[in-house]
């Protein structure tokens, strides 16, 4: 026979007041026994949804509030009592600092671990004092204004003191005065160059003057086509937003004309975004991940038309079943602890797109260490063999999220990772060699791991856990990637987290959500080749804007040897001179 589903029904607060004082007095009418049984329904399927992670009391608030950090100190709040979290805790020796790492989604949170473990500022006073100077760049920051010298309007070296009787003399004072003015301008500039002609009365021949110093033919100088560049791939802005401001503020820039200039760019940049696949590919660690894209050629009606009229959509050997479209971001850290952010969009997923990086791996290296989350049919490179560390952030962030329904269990395990990442603080901080790194993590958080997993294995083993509920899928998951998540205990320079590429791939979700889709896939080649250089270069503290119009007003030197044209060797091919052969 069908159970009948259960009909939706209304209590407000006054009948509910009259139910409880008729039970009170033990005078339920059928009615009454009929809304209490409705509501004890009500309560044990809302507590079952709440057991879920995905509908915990966390997530909800996140989804309705936004995240602002996962800071254990944040999620379990401090105790005053300062007694031990949990029941096996009190052997943990944690740190009374309350640092731990907030990890980040694929789209919210870009928190990274607190290096000196320091609690969040409360409202109404900072917990720690001020930095001197706190608020205000000083000189130094400003590396790309303009520099000037003011010379004194009167005085100069070895003029008399105006001030003194005596006769001294004055000497220059080794460190200047400095001001700092900011200036406003539109993002792309422009000059009007009226040159003056001369007609001759008897020939008619016209001369021209010539074009100042340092002017081209060329109506769109290599910084315009940088700042755009920069604009649409480094921040999002996208074409025709810009094209209004520019037309707002006098110096008009169609969007069509924006794309044939990033389009030219690309042509330029090709060689180098090329050289840095290879590059990255001889790594000793990459970070892979991947967002969702929206590529209009090959969606809905677009995709249709064109296999109709016979053309080729470049399946790309993933399989014609395949529909969805991502983009797969890849760090690679390479010699001289330089990074290199890649950018890849297409129907290929993360572990397709590293396995094309890898396929350039020089034979004679090692398998690198590959970090990514756990969901391995994504992520993996098919049959390149790679050494697999898992985040982390992603296993943390299960617990913090059912916190609200299982808080001791939960608190236990966020501060035994708040041990973990307070131990690689202290080692990034002294500077540890890979080699250093694992022997300290080996001493100091070795233990504290072995018992994280007895004590994992004990609730199921013990029964004190159901594993269907939200901290038993949250066990799981943590028991399952365990090898994984563990390498940084067995492998030098094996990483906590994937929190890197997870912050790469903001960008992609900051063009995302500007400019929601690119048209074409020679659009999407565009975006991700410019937005690898450009995060490339924010990686290494190098002025995106400054390289790429190097590499456009040097782009024949820039074919021949593109490796002389890397984020941070350019500056030295600049002062090395040309090869004009």
């Known amino acids: 026979m069908k159970q009948k589903k259960n009909q939706n029904f209304q209590v407000d607060a006054a009948e509910l007041e009259e139910i409880l004082q008729r039970a009170e007095s033990r005078n339920l009418s059928e009615q009454d026994y009929k809304t209490v049984v409705a509501i004890i329904k009500a309560y044990v399927q809302v507590y079952a949804l709440l057991q879920k992670s995905k509908v915990s009391i966390s997530r909800l608030k996140k989804m309705i509030f936004g995240s602002k950090t996962e800071k254990t100190s944040s999620v379990v709040g401090n105790k005053a009592d300062g007694s031990s ?17 907030a990890s980040n989604d694929d789209t919210d949170s870009d928190d990274k671990p607190d290096p000196d473990g320091s609690p969040p500022d409360s409202d ?10 706190h608020g205000r760049n000083g000189a130094a920051a400003y590396s790309g204004a303009e520099k000037t010298d003011v010379p004194h309007e009167s005085l100069k070296v070895g003029d008399t003191c105006p001030h003194c009787q005596d006769g001294s003399r004055l000497y220059k004072v080794t460190e200047s005065g400095v001001f700092v003015q900011i200036i406003g301008q539109a993002p792309l500039g422009g000059i009007v160059h009226s040159l003056q002609k001369f007609r001759c009365d008897l020939c008619g021949t016209v001369f021209t003057a010539k074009r100042p110093e340092g002017v081209g033919p060329e109506k769109y100088d290599a910084t315009a086509a940088a700042m755009i560049s920069v604009l649409k791939y480094g921040t999002g802005m996208p074409f025709n937003r810009l094209d209004n401001m520019q037309e707002n503020l006098g110096i008009p820039v169609p969007s069509s004309t924006q794309w044939d200039i990033v389009e030219g760019m690309h042509d330029k940049i090709v060689p180098v975004f090329q050289t840095l696949v290879w590059t990255a590919s001889q790594g000793d660690v990459l970070y892979n991940d991947d967002t969702t894209v929206k590529i209009l050629e090959l969606m809905g009606k677009r995709s249709e038309q064109a296999l109709l009229a016979g053309e080729s959509l470049d399946i790309e050997g993933v399989g014609e079943d395949r529909t969805g479209l991502y983009t797969t971001g890849v760090v690679s850290t390479v010699d001289e602890g330089h990074q290199i952010g890649l950018f890849f969009s297409s129907r290929k997923l993360a572990g397709e797109n590293l396995k094309d990086v890898l396929s350039q791996r020089a034979e004679e290296l090692g398998p690198p260490i590959q970090m990514c989350d756990g969901l391995l049919s994504h992520n993996l490179p098919g049959e390149l063999k790679t050494i697999l560390a898992n985040c982390m952030c992603h296993s943390r962030r299960k617990f913090v999220e059912v916190y609200d329904i299982f808080q001791e269990e939960c608190r236990y395990v966020l501060e035994v990772l708040k041990v973990i990442y307070k131990n690689d603080t202290i080692a990034r901080k002294q500077e540890l060699s890979p080699e250093e790194r694992l022997r300290f993590h080996q001493a100091e958080s070795g233990p504290v791991m072995e018992e994280l997993h007895d004590w994992l294995n004990r609730q199921f083993d013990q029964r004190l856990v159901e594993p269907n509920s939200g901290l038993g899928e949250s066990i799981n998951y943590m028991l399952k990637h365990w090898k994984g998540l563990t390498l940084f205990l067995r492998q030098a320079g094996a990483p906590l987290d994937n929190n890197i590429c997870e912050r790469l791939l903001k960008k992609a979700i900051l063009h995302r959500r500007n400019s929601l889709f690119y048209r074409s896939r020679k659009g999407a080649q565009v975006g991700d080749a410019l937005m690898s250089l450009i995060y490339t270069c924010q990686l290494n503290r190098i002025n995106p804007f ?10 024949k030197d820039v074919a021949k040897h593109p490796e002389r044209w890397l984020p941070w060797n350019y500056h030295e091919t600049l002062l090395a001179g040309l090869d004009t052969a």
């Open 85 to 101: 979290p949990s029941q096996d805790e009190s052997s943990l020796d944690t740190p009374d600092s309350n640092d731990d790492t």
């Open 546 to 555: 400054d390289f790429l119009t190097e590499l456009y007003r040097n782009a």
């Open 124 to 133: 109404d006073k900072p917990c720690k004092p001020l930095a001197k100077g």
